[in-house]
């Protein structure tokens, strides 16, 4: 079962919340550009953080993370991974 993205983000519109999808097993697979369900359901730009991996669909190491660039700079300042 895939998650209702349009009411996910709908919900978090109202609620003033952040929204997250990890389209760890669907990037490559779903969307017109394989940019997975966000994409797939036309919900990608109201979807506030997305991430995934490049390993699954697209045979190479690493991964992903998009989303407002003081969301990327506040996560590059305290996660010592990126």
Known sequence: TVAPMKEIAFLAEKYNA???CDEV???GMYGSRGG???QRDG???DID???GTLGKAFGVMGG???GSAAYIDAMRSVCPGF
Request: charged share 10%; net charge negative; aromatic share 12%.
């Open 25 to 27: 097993h669907a990037v």
């Open 18 to 20: 952040l929204s997250f």
């Open 64 to 66: 992903y993370v998009a």
């Open 36 to 38: 997975g369900i966000a």
């Open 43 to 45: 919900v990608e730009d």
């Open 49 to 51: 953080i997305i991430s």
